[in-house]
């Protein structure tokens, strides 16, 4: 059975203080990783889609990255509108499994 | 403005009503989804639409009841809902299914139901 681990479940950050986001899976059959980001009481906006070990893709002060068993976004001096919940997804050979959420706080 | 709109953002029932969640998408893909966003739960994926036909049902209660008169279009029913109901259900669109090709899922904003 597919899994993702997001961890932490909660961070909080001060306004500029750089850190990574980890999601751990195990999936048969990797057709793609999935970024959201989630405002409260919105729904999930698309960021990045990753397809294999290695691959980065980077917007604003956002990166994604993909190894064999974990994705990790690093933020890079993050401000105040950076507080949202992320969300990592994995595709395998038929559905797509998510985890729970990371809860990241900037404080300015 | 995601492409993927949802009606009502909101909707308190009682446990006697019958309601309808509205989604359109204006991104002219053939997939729509509903899913079920719970507190401190994953995404739960609830019905699975391609060209207007079901292609999944992950063992959802009869309470709830879609239908998807066109690729564009998609309703959630709901009758006689519990309390455990209540929850963020999500609407969501891809341009193909799940193992055919770039399927990137964008999501509405959600309706908040609460049941009472």
């Not at chain 1, 306004?15 to 989630?38: A, I, K, P």
């Not at chain 2, 995601?2 to 019958?18: A, E, S």
């Not at chain 2, 401190?40 to 207007?52: A, D, I, R, S």
């Not at chain 2, 770039?102 to 049941?115: C, D, H, K, P, R």
Request: net charge neutral.
């Amino acid at each position: 059975e597919d899994q993702v681990t997001q961890s932490p479940e909660a961070l909080r950050l001060q306004e500029g203080e750089s850190s990574s986001l980890n999601c751990s899976y195990t999936v048969s059959g990797l057709r793609g990783l999935f970024w959201y980001r989630q405002d409260p009481g919105k729904g999930p906006e698309f960021l990045f889609t990753l397809y294999s070990a290695g691959e980065e893709k980077e917007k604003e002060r956002l990166k994604a990255t993909l190894t064999k068993k974990e994705s990790f976004l690093h933020i890079t001096a993050p401000k105040p509108e950076d507080s949202a919940t992320y969300l990592c997804a994995v595709r395998g050979n038929e559905k797509l499994t998510f985890g729970t959420g990371t809860r990241l706080t900037i404080i300015p | 403005e995601t492409g993927v709109t949802q009606t009502p953002r909101h909707l308190v029932m009682g446990m006697t009503n019958k309601k309808s969640l509205k989604c359109e998408q204006h991104l002219g893909h053939n997939a729509m989804y509903w899913y079920k966003q719970s507190a401190k739960k994953p995404l739960e994926l609830m019905f699975v639409y391609n060209f207007k036909e079901q292609t999944e049902n992950n063992s959802v209660p009869s309470r709830f009841s879609p239908e998807c008169p066109n690729s564009s279009h998609l309703f959630l029913h709901l009758h006689t809902l519990q309390p455990e109901d209540s929850a963020l259900y999500l609407c969501a669109s891809s341009p193909n299914l799940p193992g055919q090709g770039a399927n990137t899922i964008y999501f509405g904003e959600g309706s908040w139901l609460t049941v009472v």
